[in-house]
């Protein structure tokens, strides 16, 4: 039985308290074993993802915009597309890497990544190098509403980005939501 996007098995943070280190470097306090819930070090840009609440969400970004957004470890969805972690996918190809949310803020919600960070943690951290990447992953959040059924009524793509835009991981990502009538404005 796989577990979807976001579950770390056994682990959950005990509390989001960002601390300073002896050596002045950020410090995560209290990670301890709990039946099944989610959280790792934002060191790793993981994130709560079991009913999490808007506010929550806002909270995880915040955490992880203090960590540094442009370092090299290796997110959460670096492991999901490494399989270290399972996710239920709806779509991959050679560059990208489509799979359901744990989350889910919609009936549908599934989320597009690159399959290599390549830089690209955030859309505003985008060069001209990334062109082609972020055609392909737009074409690919296409083809997922497609495969979903989502095309006929319509669907909301949606990137977070930095802090105030609440992205919680510093992976690219594109949020693929349907099933149910959109309100407007967002946020």
């Not at 796989?2 to 050596?23: D, H, I, L, P, T």
Request: net charge positive.
């Amino acid at each position: 039985k796989a577990m979807r996007v976001g579950c770390v098995r056994g682990f959950r943070a005990v509390s989001q308290r960002v601390g300073v280190g002896s050596r002045g470097g950020p410090r995560l306090c209290g990670l301890r074993r709990q039946p099944p819930g989610v959280l790792v070090s934002p060191w790793s840009s993981t994130r709560a993802m079991s009913s999490a609440s808007p506010t929550d969400e806002v909270g995880a970004a915040h955490a992880a915009a203090s960590f540094g957004v442009d370092t090299a470890a290796p997110t959460i969805f670096d492991k999901i597309v490494a399989g270290d972690i399972p996710a239920d996918v709806v779509y991959q190809d050679d560059l990208a890497f489509a799979f359901r949310d744990i989350n889910p803020q919609a009936p549908t919600h599934v989320l597009v990544i690159p399959k290599q960070r390549s830089g690209l943690t955030q859309l505003t951290r985008a060069t001209a190098e990334h062109k082609h990447l972020l055609g392909h992953l737009m074409w690919v959040a296409s083809e997922v509403a497609r495969i979903e059924g989502l095309d006929s009524a319509g669907c909301r793509f949606v990137v977070n980005d930095g802090k105030h835009g609440a992205q919680s991981v510093y992976h690219l990502h594109i949020h693929v939501l349907g099933g149910r009538q959109m309100n407007w404005p967002p946020g």
